[in-house]
């Protein structure tokens, strides 16, 4: 089935020295997945079938817990079956519609 979801992922445990750093890592890992992905002010959306899409979180958990004692994420999950281009077709219906 395929799926459009929207991960946000970062350490709780870094203080208040920024966080883009850890973001970029785990948007490097989602890069490197070859999925079609866009990055959003806060989370990343990620379009494919269930099981690629759910190994690219499981990598960028496993990129984030190497030096993270604590780890905040949140996955939300749209999936329909035979949709192809789910992010540009949402993006199109609604701004099709703005005045």
């Not at 890592?25 to 070859?34: F, Q, T, Y």
């Not at 899409?53 to 939300?76: F, H, P």
């Amino acid at each position: 089935m395929a799926v459009i979801i929207d991960l946000s992922i970062f350490p709780l445990d870094k203080g208040g020295s920024g966080l883009s750093s850890y973001v970029s890592r785990a948007l490097n890992v989602i890069k490197a997945s070859g999925l079609k992905y866009r990055l959003c002010p806060m989370g990343t959306s990620i379009e494919g079938e269930w099981d690629e899409v759910m190994g690219v979180v499981d990598a960028c958990y496993r990129e984030l817990e190497k030096d993270s004692d604590r780890l905040y994420m949140t996955i939300k999950v749209d999936a329909r079956k035979g949709r192809r281009d789910g992010m540009n077709q949402k993006l199109h219906s609604v701004e099709s519609k703005l005045a």
